[in-house]
């Protein structure tokens, strides 16, 4: 699968973007869709996943209550609303889907979108 992330830009403390991410292949309702971060000079870390079933979320503790993820499979899209945003939510985000087990684990992923710059002013 091929996976195609968009929807970042320059968003003032406070405001929202949603992220897409757009997938290629027909077996994409097949895959756990999870989306990970990095900030410059900083790892990547895990911001949130959606299982293939859509009945299972996980997000980190820096998002919950402001981020919600969510999936359309009719149009192999991946979404990810921000809300309530931060400076401290500058990173690119990027997109990663792996089939069978969910997890936040980002060495797991198989496939990974080329990643979409946000960023947060104060």
């Known amino acids: 699968v091929q996976l195609q992330a968009s929807g970042g830009g320059l968003v003032q403390a406070g405001g929202s973007l949603r992220l897409s991410c757009a997938a290629s292949?027909?077996?994409?309702?097949?895959?756990?869709i999870a989306w990970f971060r990095q900030a410059p000079g900083k790892e990547r870390e895990f911001v949130a996943v959606i299982s293939w079933s859509i009945n299972n979320r996980y997000y980190a503790d820096a998002v919950k209550g402001r981020f919600t993820i969510s999936r359309d499979n009719a149009k192999n899209t991946v979404y990810l609303q921000m809300n309530s945003l931060k400076p401290e939510d500058t990173a690119v985000y990027y997109c990663?889907?792996?089939?069978?087990?969910?997890?936040?684990?980002?060495?797991?992923?198989?496939?990974w979108g080329q990643g979409t710059q946000v960023t947060v002013s104060s």
């Open positions: 292949g027909r077996t994409f309702s097949s895959y756990n």
């Open positions: 990663a889907a792996k089939t069978l087990r969910m997890t936040m684990d980002g060495t797991e992923y198989e496939y």
